[in-house]
């Protein structure tokens, strides 16, 4: 896969929150007992299979484009060590690969150390598990397990704006990826106003 520069913007993508193959593209929130963490759930269809979609996201030449990771090691087992610089802002993340089943399941924990926009860190996990489809496609599951109920707020729309990133990697390896700030601006409008909170 070709590195790109993952700022540049494209038209490509489903606008934020627009119906797609498999229905609304909008991520859901559930505040875990007793309200300091929350769980995040994405579901989306990729006219890709497995193995591409795998591609993209368990493997750093995948992940440098739509999740812009830099300086990545990734272990390729359950107990490996994961590390990577993401996001826009350049977060740094460590943690243990959770579960490693290609083309099938990818977990791992997302340790942040405290930032202004998280003062007390994070200790969080992510989570993908990718069905094939009869037409040749992938049905995945994003998945992000105990985040903070502040961090949340905002994570829903950016993750959102990833994923749009995502498919249209996928859609078209040498094209510009849509700008994540504007596809965060755009999701962000289709959330309720509580993702909109400090």
Known sequence: MSRRDPRAS??????AGEAG???DERGSLAIDPPGAHATL??????????A????????????AGWLFATDVTLEARVGGAIAMTSG?????????????DPPRAFAYEW????VAEMPRGERA??????????????DLAVVVRRISTPTARGMLPGVHAFLDRLAAQLDAPDAPLPDWFE????ARAAYPAWSHGA
């Open 10 to 15: 494209s038209t490509a993508g489903q606008a």
């Open 21 to 23: 193959p498999a229905g």
């Open 41 to 50: 759930t994405f579901h989306r269809t990729y006219a890709h299979p497995p």
């Open 52 to 63: 591409c979609v795998w591609d993209a996201i368990a493997t750093p030449d995948g992940l």
């Open 88 to 100: 826009p802002t350049g977060y740094r993340s460590t943690g243990t690969v959770l579960a490693w």
């Open 111 to 114: 340790n942040v150390a405290p």
């Open 125 to 138: 996990s992510f989570h993908y598990a990718l069905a094939a489809r009869a037409d040749g496609g992938t």
């Open 183 to 186: 596809r965060f601006a755009a």
